[in-house]
């Protein structure tokens, strides 16, 4: 049985940090993409960053780029989203998901969510300006 766990979470002021993980079970690790999804109610899901740990290649939004970064632990199947300076904007639901996909996707908007079979709950991120 395939699971991620995502986690790390929680509410923070503007400008801080906070460091997500999503831990993967039941895939093999190695060939798999992991990316990271941002949703507010009444919006539609947003890919914000994706990591191949094919080949190592990432990919981030516009929105998030230069302050979030990935990182991949395979001892650990465990994909970090580091996200730094954050903004309210940032204040979202996100959730990790994973399959044997390319990171990033050949064209806009470059993660889609409907390529990756496999989902994580949500961790809620609050950013208080």
């Known amino acids: 049985e395939v699971q991620l766990q995502a986690s790390g979470g929680g509410l923070v002021q503007a400008g801080g940090s906070l460091r997500l993980s999503c831990t993967v079970t039941?895939?093999?690790?190695?060939?798999?993409?992991v990316a990271w999804f941002r949703q507010v109610p009444g919006k539609e899901r947003e890919g914000v960053s994706c990591?191949?740990?094919?080949?190592?290649?990432?990919f981030y939004q516009d929105s998030v780029k230069g302050r979030f970064f990935t990182s991949s632990d395979n001892a650990k199947n465990t994909v970090y989203l580091q996200m730094n300076s954050l903004k309210s904007e940032d204040t979202a639901v996100y959730y990790c998901?994973?399959?044997?996909?390319?990171?990033?996707?050949?064209?806009?908007?470059?993660?889609?969510?409907?390529?990756?079979?496999?989902w994580g709950q949500g961790t809620l991120v609050t950013v208080s300006s």
């Open positions: 990591f191949s740990n094919r080949d190592g290649s990432t």
């Open positions: 039941g895939l093999t690790f190695g060939t798999n993409t």
């Open positions: 998901a994973a399959d044997n996909v390319v990171c990033p996707s050949p064209g806009p908007p470059y993660i889609v969510d409907f390529l990756y079979d496999y």
